[in-house]
């Protein structure tokens, strides 16, 4: 049985590469498990400094399994192995970068929205079309298409099932770039390494601090960012970050 999961490493950058591709990368509760454990494993590891998640050309990922969900019921939804997987995915520390051509619909499109940055090509539609088989979004849609959206669009895509096109979500500012297909690997590529020639801790933090945008008071969330900046005064980049600027060289970074 071929892996549904495909892990690729350059340098510091590893891609996951979601391979279900006759069932357009619908994810099954084993790929979604799968794929929670590898990035569980990444984070652990200081050589990656970002990750990757990409599909194929026609679909990035067609949403939940429906043929594994038509027999689910609400314990095997509620159950902490199947929640936990999401939750896991959401915990990555690290740069998560969602490289997207086609379809990104229903847990496809949550899952780009877990990630921190997408870079899509100009096939690329995302959607939230749960309503249509009589459910409704279940792994952030909801929030995350409304706080990246604003009520309006989300309230339109998710109550209507429609997609929108890559050029749209770019629009919108859920996508930072739109690509041609045969660009979509090495400008994804370029972005992550991009990032990961920077400070690894100081983009970790910078990372968690934007994420607090979501979930505290600006009062707290300010306070928040104070305690992560004058944190990255105690690593050894920060000194080296400084001192190359003072002496007109190229900063090397550890991660220390
Ligand atoms: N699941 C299973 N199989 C799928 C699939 C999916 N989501 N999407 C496509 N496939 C399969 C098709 O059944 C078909 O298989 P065969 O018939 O060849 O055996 C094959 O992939 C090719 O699909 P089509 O023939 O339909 O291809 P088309 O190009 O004509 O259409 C399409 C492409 C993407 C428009 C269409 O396949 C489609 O509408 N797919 C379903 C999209 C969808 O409804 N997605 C949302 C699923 S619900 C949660 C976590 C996650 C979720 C919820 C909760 N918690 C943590 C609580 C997520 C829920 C969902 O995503």
Not at 216 to 230: D, G, M, P, R, T
Request: glycine letters at 6%; one cysteine or more; charged letters at 25%.
């Amino acid at each position: 049985m071929a892996e549904s999961l495909i892990i690729e490493r350059v340098n510091h950058v590893v891609r996951l590469r979601l391979n279900r591709p006759t069932v357009l990368n619908a994810l099954n509760f084993r790929l979604v498990r799968r794929l929670a454990k590898t990035l569980e494993e990444l984070d652990q590891d200081d050589e990656v400094r970002v990750v990757i998640i990409t599909g194929n050309k026609k679909s990035f990922a067609a949403g939940a399994d429906i043929r594994e969900m038509a027999e689910a019921t609400t314990a095997d939804l509620m159950a902490e192995r199947y929640l936990s997987s999401w939750l896991r995915i959401r915990q990555f520390s690290k740069p998560l970068i969602a490289a997207v051509s086609g379809f990104a619909l229903g847990g496809g499109c949550e899952l780009a929205l877990c990630c921190d940055l997408i870079v899509a090509t100009e096939t690329a539609r995302f959607g939230q079309p749960e309503i249509l088989l009589g459910i409704m979004p279940g792994a952030g849609g909801t929030q995350r298409l409304t706080r990246t959206l604003g009520k309006t669009k989300a309230m339109e895509l998710i109550l209507t099932g429609k997609s929108i096109s890559a050029k749209e979500a770019f629009d919108y500012g859920l996508v930072n770039r739109v690509v041609s297909i045969d660009e979509l690997e090495t400008a994804s590529l370029a972005l992550a390494e991009e990032i990961a020639a920077k400070p690894p801790l100081a983009v970790r933090l910078a990372k968690q601090s934007i994420l607090k945008a979501f979930d505290l008071s600006l009062e707290e969330a300010l306070h928040f960012e104070q305690n992560n900046f004058a944190l990255l005064f105690s690593t050894e980049d920060q000194r080296e970050g400084m001192k190359a600027f003072i002496e007109k060289r190229k900063p090397h970074f550890k991660g220390k």
